[in-house]
């Protein structure tokens, strides 16, 4: 069954400085792979998704995540973190066992922008 | 754009009540889902559906059950509510013309339960 797992419940970056958040899964199948932003009080929105198509994948806000087979990773970075981008981000896997397409989410990890 | 509501932002109710939960999506999307978002959990799947009058246990049934009678409407219903379903809960919904395992899921803005 496909999992994911997110390093680090809690980063923490100045205002400017490179946003790396940590994504690994496991899938028996090739994956699509997202990644969610939830901002405070709100629902989650897509930041962007891999779906074979090109391993380097741009998504809203400069925010970019490279899809590595070898390393069953797909990690989310930002050049440079803006106040704004304090949120929580989740990484989720589609999982198709059961005969329904499904994601399966990550347990996420929580950005902290400081000055 | 797609918009996804939820009847309530935060309930409370008591320990035993029986909980109504209304999600509506506006875009004719075929799929819907019930998730509770926990802190350190992440996001687990309650139910889902993907057709009116169809639903699929997720992960974490148990105390829980669905409704849909319309494709816009997905409800899910805490039959006797208890503690430990206090929670945040998130309805989605995604539509299967953009292709199977690439569905982007809509989210509500989610309701905060507490149950006393």
């Known amino acids: 069954a496909q999992s994911v797992t997110q390093l680090g419940s809690h980063v923490s970056v100045s205002e400017g400085a490179l946003v790396l958040l940590r994504c690994n899964y496991s899938s028996s199948v090739p994956p699509y792979l997202f990644w969610y932003v939830q901002y405070p009080n709100q629902g989650l929105q897509l930041l962007l998704k891999?779906?074979?198509?090109?391993?380097l994948v741009k998504g809203i806000n400069d925010f970019e995540a490279e899809f590595k087979k070898s390393e069953t990773s797909f990690h989310l970075t930002k050049p440079s973190a803006h106040m704004s981008d304090a949120a929580e981000y989740f990484c989720?896997?589609?999982?198709?066992?059961?005969?329904?397409?499904?994601?399966?989410f990550g347990a996420g990890t929580r950005l902290a922008v400081h000055p | 754009d797609v918009k996804v509501t939820q009847s309530s932002r935060y309930l409370v109710k008591r320990t035993g009540e029986k909980v109504f939960l209304e999600c509506v999506q506006d875009m004719d999307h075929e799929n819907m889902f019930w998730y509770r978002q926990d802190p350190g959990l992440g996001l687990r799947l309650i139910y889902f559906s993907y057709d009116v009058k169809m639903k699929e246990k997720g992960d974490i049934p148990e105390g829980y059950s669905v409704s849909r009678e319309k494709k816009e409407r997905f409800s899910l219903i805490l039959e006797s509510a208890s503690t430990n379903q206090t929670s945040m809960y998130l309805c989605?919904?995604?539509?299967?013309?953009?292709?199977?395992?690439?569905?982007?899921?809509?989210f509500g803005p989610g309701t905060r339960l507490l149950v006393l």
């Open positions: 989720a896997v589609s999982d198709f066992s059961g005969g329904y397409n499904k994601l399966i």
């Open positions: 989605a919904s995604s539509s299967v013309q953009q292709g199977v395992y690439q569905e982007t899921q809509y």
């Open positions: 891999y779906t074979s198509a090109a391993t």
